[in-house]
């Protein structure tokens, strides 16, 4: 079993008598990234604010690093780095004062040491040759990885990312998805979004949250899995029709269809049984040497779908 950075359980929230949250029971593993996927008002920063010990649960418990988030919330911040959606900085501070200014807050030894972790942080997220300008002047790409620059100041355990790459043009979120898989080695990372196309391509796993609860979660490859057991999509040349009736023949198979393109014969194989495919389908296709096979894996849902299957 994988760590657990984030773990909760039952973990509730309500103001005024509006419940918030209800019942979230999630995990996050070490060296993950997660994310955090639901409508507006789905009770995502609802969620953040519990895990940053901002606001406290109505009821059920969670713990990050595996001490709780309301007894040990100071302990636990000290390991954590957070981006708020909307970063703002002191406009008139160049991106080396403002780290140099975070990073004292966490640092007290020699002053090069300091300096070092800021130009280091600086080249992690590609503002170096920017350092002394002021902040005025920065695009909403530059901001950005600036947040995150600050929020992984302390080389934190963990970050808290709430809509990282919202308003960005694509190559602000090409940038910032770049540095969220380079910051993978040395932290867990859990990050709240509306962009569907970045989760697919950046995440290992995804928690969905509609109304308040917890709709889905798990790893992304088998959320997009077909729900009818899994279809296995083959390419294949040479002598198909020996192959297929081997693969036709396993009782764990349920359909089979063919199509011809470009003198490429592909297949859509139907299992019940994904445990079995998985060990044996490739190797029941390759049996004999006069097959070969260019394409082999199973066919996946967009997130998209998905997603609007479990929120609606």
Do not use: C
């Not at 990234?33 to 059920?60: R, Y």
Request: aromatic letters at 6%; proline letters at 4%.
């Amino acid at each position: 079993m994988p760590e657990m950075v984030i773990h909760t359980e039952k973990l509730s929230k309500h103001f005024k008598g509006v419940q918030a949250l209800t019942d979230l029971s999630m995990d996050v593993p070490a060296h993950s990234i997660v994310g955090f996927l639901g409508p507006n008002g789905a009770g995502k920063s609802t969620t953040i604010k519990l895990l940053l010990g901002l606001i406290h649960p109505s009821s059920g418990r969670a713990s990050i690093f595996g001490q709780d988030i309301t007894r040990h919330s100071l302990e636990i911040r000290q390991r954590v780095g957070y981006l708020a959606q909307q970063p703002k900085f002191d406009e008139a501070m160049t991106a080396r004062q403002t780290l140099r200014f975070v990073a004292k807050f966490f640092y007290s030894g020699p002053k090069q040491l300091i300096e070092a972790r800021v130009e280091e942080s600086l080249k992690l997220v590609g503002l170096d040759d920017k350092a002394d300008r002021v902040v005025r002047g920065f695009s909403g790409g530059e901001m950005q990885r600036l947040g995150i620059a600050q929020a992984q100041i302390n080389e934190p355990d963990l970050l808290i990312l709430d809509e990282p790459a919202a308003a960005l043009d694509p190559m602000g979120r090409r940038d910032v998805l770049n540095i969220m898989e380079r910051l993978r080695e040395r932290s867990t990372i859990f990050y709240s979004t509306h962009i569907l196309d970045d989760v697919q391509r950046v995440s290992d796993r995804v928690v969905i949250l509609n109304k308040g609860s917890l709709v889905a979660q798990g790893p992304i490859e088998s959320l997009l899995q077909s729900e009818e057991g899994a279809i296995y999509h083959v390419a294949l040349n040479g002598d198909v029709e020996t192959a297929q009736a081997r693969v036709k023949a396993l009782s764990w198979v349920n359909n089979l269809f063919v199509r011809n393109s470009n003198g490429v014969t592909h297949w859509q194989v139907g299992v019940t049984d994904t445990a079995a495919a998985e060990q044996l389908l490739l190797r029941t296709i390759m049996a004999d040497d006069d097959i070969q096979v260019l394409e082999y894996g199973p066919e996946t849902y967009e997130l998209e779908d998905v997603f609007m299957k479990v929120v609606q």
